[in-house]
């Protein structure tokens, strides 16, 4: 899967119990902008406690909308436009979202304003974060700013701000965003995952072998890491 070449700027995120137990890398191809993402991460939190496994999280960036414009785009227009959708089931389909998202912890705070935006950026930082160690964090705190929050995070004053709560100096990020070789880094890993044939996120990888995409639920996640665990031992 061209995995190591993918993965020279990602953090590694540690979620281990107490306890010695197996490790599993899952590599994690995702959009800020995806709202099964998250959710599909947390159905992996969910595994993992039910599982007693631990795992080294690493994030890979993916555009769902690269050509999204600078202003973006209404959401539920979005949704309409791209997916065929009438505005009835626009409407319903954040619905079921929120209601999804409420069982895992998760506040999706659509409203009619709500809007998609370039992630291009967000992405850029998740790369520089990665080297301080912050990626999965900053993952966290950029993905509760988009739909808990509504912020803009294709606004490079939003990302500064995201970025000081989990501890990047604002300087630096502001520096990272200027960077062409943390863009050029983000360019060529997403150009890694479509040669590969992802198309869709999130897409897993667990132990560089098991890949699963989509939100697949914690019973999926937890069999793949006790299938990894059982092949690890």
């Not at 880094?185 to 995409?213: C, H």
Request: aromatic letters at 6%.
């Amino acid at each position: 899967m061209g995995l190591e070449n993918a993965q020279q700027a990602t953090d590694v995120k540690r979620m281990q119990p107490q306890t010695q137990q197996p490790v599993i890398q899952v590599d994690i191809i995702s959009d800020v902008m995806c709202p099964w993402c998250i959710v599909g991460f947390k159905q992996l939190e969910m595994a993992l406690a039910q599982t007693s496994v631990g795992a080294r999280i690493r994030w890979h960036p993916f555009e769902l909308n690269p050509d999204m414009g600078a202003d973006g785009e209404n959401l539920g227009d979005h949704i309409m436009r791209k997916y065929g959708r009438t505005k009835e089931q626009s409407v319903q389909n954040r619905q079921n979202l929120q209601d999804v998202g409420k069982a895992l912890g998760i506040a999706f705070n659509f409203s009619d304003e709500s809007r998609i935006v370039n992630s291009f950026k967000a992405h850029i930082l998740l790369d520089f974060a990665a080297t301080k160690g912050l990626q999965h964090p900053l993952k966290m705190a950029l993905f509760d700013a988009h739909f808990a929050k509504g912020l803009d995070v294709s606004d490079a004053d939003v990302l500064l701000t995201i970025a000081v709560s989990v501890g990047i100096p604002r300087e630096d990020s502001a520096h990272a965003l200027a960077n062409k070789a943390h863009a050029d880094a983000v360019r060529a890993q997403q150009s890694i995952w479509r040669q590969n044939g992802i198309s869709g996120v999130p897409t897993m990888i667990f132990d560089e072998k098991y890949l699963v995409t989509g939100a697949q639920g914690p019973q999926t996640y937890a069999q793949l890491l006790q299938k990894a665990t059982l092949e690890t031992a």
